[in-house]
């Protein structure tokens, strides 16, 4: 309160005044009004002013577990921990001068998944069960899983809540790449890694291993036993087509011509030796 005087010969003349100076009137914001955060980590978001000092804050709405409103600066500080989806919040400041308020959305989410394999490269066989299934490596929470190609197309088994490929290969398959994603609302997180399926060694035998023929005696075709994969190609050493033998797809056949003492290696591929048949001299007495 103030009091004016306005005197002259007359006399005195006095009145009162009031007068109040207010603050300037707050306005503030903080660095985004769209914020993220990612779970189990730690954060501190302050108010930016650009007008008066705020002498009252006010947060309106519960405060995401794990942070907290500091009443006396408005600041944002603490670590989530829980996940939750895109929340309005009303923050209020005031002074003398006047309020303002901003309204924030704040979004939780995981940590993002940290995702490897034991290997970049599995090897399996056409109609072996797997011994140990392909397992992700990976840390962090996985919402989803999802894998590209299908492993079911090749046979195999993908658990879609563990991200885990097991069972049985039916067909061939070249050097296929599958990449596979573990995605939460942290982001979305993908892994490649390489799937063969190779056919099965062939397993071939002769039996009997030894057979005796008789020179000029058609023989009863020799025909192996023949399990594990498909026989792709056949072939036999020494060659016997200058015996009055045939070799055609492993069987035996034909009347030899000339007489003999040999041993046979019967082979499917290049590489890969079986079990030997042994053909011995003619005997008179004996035929097969």
């Known amino acids: 309160m103030f009091t004016v005087w306005a005197n002259n010969s007359a006399g005195d003349i006095s009145t009162t005044i009031s007068i109040t100076v207010n603050d300037i009137a707050p306005v503030f914001t903080y660095t985004s009004l769209e914020v993220t955060l990612t779970n189990n980590t730690a954060t501190t978001r302050s108010p930016i ?20 409103f500091e009443g006396g600066n408005g600041t944002i500080w603490g670590t989530p921990i829980a996940v939750q989806s895109k929340t309005q919040y009303l923050i209020w400041g005031n002074n003398s001068g006047g309020q303002h308020l901003v309204y ?7 940590v993002p998944v940290s995702l490897s394999s034991t290997s970049d ?7 072996i069960t797997m011994v140990t299934p392909i397992s992700p490596v990976y840390t962090g929470i996985v919402d989803i899983w999802g894998i590209e ?9 993908w658990d879609s809540s563990t991200g885990v490929i097991s069972g049985t290969p039916n067909i061939n398959m070249t050097r296929t790449e599958y990449t596979v994603w573990a995605n939460n609302t942290g982001d979305d997180v993908s892994h490649k890694f390489n799937i063969t399926i190779n056919e099965p060694i062939v397993t071939l035998v002769y039996a009997p291993a030894s057979e005796i023929f008789v020179r000029g005696t058609p023989i ?3 025909n192996p036993t023949v399990t594990g994969g498909n026989v792709e190609t056949w072939g036999i050493e020494p060659l016997i087509t200058s015996t ?3 070799f055609v797809n492993g069987v035996i056949s034909g009347t030899p011509t000339i007489n003999m003492t040999q041993t046979l ?23 097969r």
Request: proline share 12%; glycine share 12%.
């Open 220 to 222: 009863t075709n020799w």
């Open 244 to 246: 009055g033998l045939s």
């Open 121 to 127: 490269n599995y090897n399996l066989t056409r109609g």
């Open 149 to 157: 190609p299908s492993p079911t197309l090749a046979g195999l088994s």
């Open 49 to 68: 002013s650009t007008g008066g000092a705020v002498t009252s804050w006010e947060f309106i709405g519960t405060e995401p577990l794990g942070l907290n």
């Open 104 to 110: 924030m959305n704040i979004t939780i989410s995981d």
């Open 265 to 287: 290696s019967s082979s499917f591929g290049p590489t890969r030796p079986v079990d030997q048949p042994t053909l011995p001299s003619p005997s008179p007495s004996t035929n």
